[in-house]
């Protein structure tokens, strides 16, 4: 067996890596079915697949477990559930190595268990295009492009497809993803949708390409290809001075901490719920974060112990204890007045001084009357005023090349590619609501399923 790592070695492992490591499981069989078509909703999934899923995520704990990983409860039930009002939601349980969430937890154990069967990995080797017969329509290798010069591989018995989503390709966010004019990887700047590239070139059908993890709402800089967060939208975090996020005609367009209480994990992965549906949060280009001074002299705005992401972990950006050093950047700007700072970013000084003066009654009356925040209700007050660009950004994409439930890539009449399987976000069977999660316990599902049946492939001759 062969890995092909498109990353060079210490940067390899992906966004399960940089993951925060929770994972879920679900039982019994009947009821996580009925919660997975509840999450669905009319994004409906072949059922065949769904019973899959139902059946192989349950056995996630057990063969993490089995690898040495110490497995530990964090959520069951509705506490686990992120929509916990959803039927079958009592099906979920949530896990983690340890009992606390942070990066590479889980990845160590899959990452031990990989050197300990010493599986030969190729890293800095991009896989560029599946060799396929041009008779029988087998995929039969892979063209490689790696430190040297440009190479093939053959594949005995069968090639499964692992490399991830599309986070880092700005033209398939454009292409794929309604309302995002751009959108930036929280995870691995590695994952820009080549598996999904790679796959249409032989045939395969696409699903599920319009879902994402996300919007989440992080600084992204030239230097850095993947975003930082901030510390005040940080859902635990509670900081004393002002702070709202406003688009470019200068007004609030959500809560701007990550507040929305559903399920014990505090998130919906970017859905808020408009008109009794539930919707992809609006994610303008551009937002800015305003703040007053309070606020920025309370500590640094970045913080890199948060539990995850590529930046807290592989490109560690040590941000100054007063916020000196990114003043002096341009990564803040400042101004003595509000209408001043919006001079300088280039927004209707009077949209953004009407827009204060509505959340500073908001939080004089205890109570954000457009979008229900209810953490932070601090006045901006204190000047100079501060703000930062803000762009969209995401932990995955779900979209990707169409799998069965032996998870091999199917075309767009519903037959397989043969030798050809997939696992992970690359074709994520998260259609429209994500369960947190879902996606490292798909990873292990679809990966147990797609390698036991690519080992059970007899060998090419
Ligand atoms: C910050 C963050 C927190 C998250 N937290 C959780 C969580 O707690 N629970 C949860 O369930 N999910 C979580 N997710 C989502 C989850 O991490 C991912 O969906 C999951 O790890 C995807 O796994 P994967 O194997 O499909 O892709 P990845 O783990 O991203 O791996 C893809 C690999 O393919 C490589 N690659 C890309 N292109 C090529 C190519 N052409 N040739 C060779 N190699 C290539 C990449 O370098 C990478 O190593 C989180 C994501 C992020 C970013």
Redesign the pocket.
Known sequence: MLI????PKG??????????????TVAPVNTAITYFNALCGAYTVEQGIVRAWAEEMGRNTDWVKSLGGNAVEIGKGPEGAEFPDLPGAECVRMY?IDGS?G?ERLWKVLKASVDKRRIEVLYA????ELIQDSQTKEIIGVR?EGKGAPFSLKARRAVVL????F?SNQEMIRDFLPNLVCCY????P???G??IK?AMAVGADLWHMNNI?GPWYYLKVPEFPSVMELVPQHQRKEIPGGMIIVAADGKRFKSEKHDVTYGKHNVTHGKIKVAGQWIQAPAPYPMFMIIDHTLFSAGPLHDNNLY???NSLLKVYNWSEDNSAELAKGWIKKAATIAGLARKIGLNPTAVEDTINKWNAYCSAGNDAEFGRTKMLSPIKDGPFYAIEISPAF??TQGGPRRNARSQIVRPDGSSIPRLYS????G?IHSYLYQ????????MAF?RISGRNAAAEKPRV
Do not use: F, I
């Not at 092909?4 to 990353?7: S, T, V």
């Open positions: 092909l790592e498109k990353a940067e390899e492992g992906g966004n399960s890596r940089v993951a925060g490591q929770g994972w879920c983690t969430l990066y080797t991009q896989g560029k490689t692992t490399c991830g989503g986070e990887p929280v995870g691995t590695y994952n820009t080549d598996g790679m993890s995850h992401g590529w932990s995955s696992a992970g976000e690359l994520s947190g999660g879902g996606n490292l316990g798909e990873c990966g």
